[in-house]
């Protein structure tokens, strides 16, 4: 079976103003961070976007997410950060920004998310105590830290 040569992720990238030219192949966008996700096939990355560093002037007091990577046309959006308590409001807002960004600002990347689209890749250790306010803040937002993000087909 023949592999599609379309490329949708790198086609919403092109259509998303703000962020149209920053599209990257591979894994390029994340850099050193690239080691932060594993990739089953890699013929299946359409690419990735530093979203943080191409709309940091336009948002330069927002907290803004980081990368968006397209693996197989979908959009999966990942934050390498700390994960410790005094972390978990910023990542909240965070995460707050993305939705509106992609909700108001980018409706083709909006469109071919994955289906669990959000990932937290922690920078460091784990430090965010079990049965805490902040623990049960990230549960009810669906995003849980992890130390790697492995995408499959």
């Not at 306010?133 to 990230?138: E, G, L, N, V, Y």
Request: aromatic share 10%.
């Amino acid at each position: 079976m023949a592999k599609t040569t379309s490329n949708k992720f790198k086609e919403a990238v092109e259509a998303t103003a703000e962020i149209k030219n920053c599209y990257q192949p591979g894994l390029k966008a994340l850099g050193a961070y690239s080691a932060k996700v594993a990739l089953t096939d890699n013929s299946l990355c359409n690419g990735s976007v530093d979203i943080d560093e191409c709309v940091r002037t336009k948002y330069p007091n927002s907290n803004r997410w980081d990368y968006c990577i397209g693996y197989n046309n979908k959009a999966y959006f990942v934050e390498v950060h700390s994960a410790n308590t005094a972390e978990v409001s910023t990542m909240l807002n965070k995460l707050q920004w993305l939705k509106d960004w992609l909700n108001s600002k980018a409706p083709e990347l909006n469109k071919i998310k994955a289906p669990v689209p959000f990932y937290w890749v922690m920078s460091g250790k784990y430090a965010i105590q079990p049965n805490s306010p902040q623990s049960r803040k990230i549960a009810q937002a669906g995003i849980k830290p992890i130390a790697k993000l492995s995408l499959t087909q």
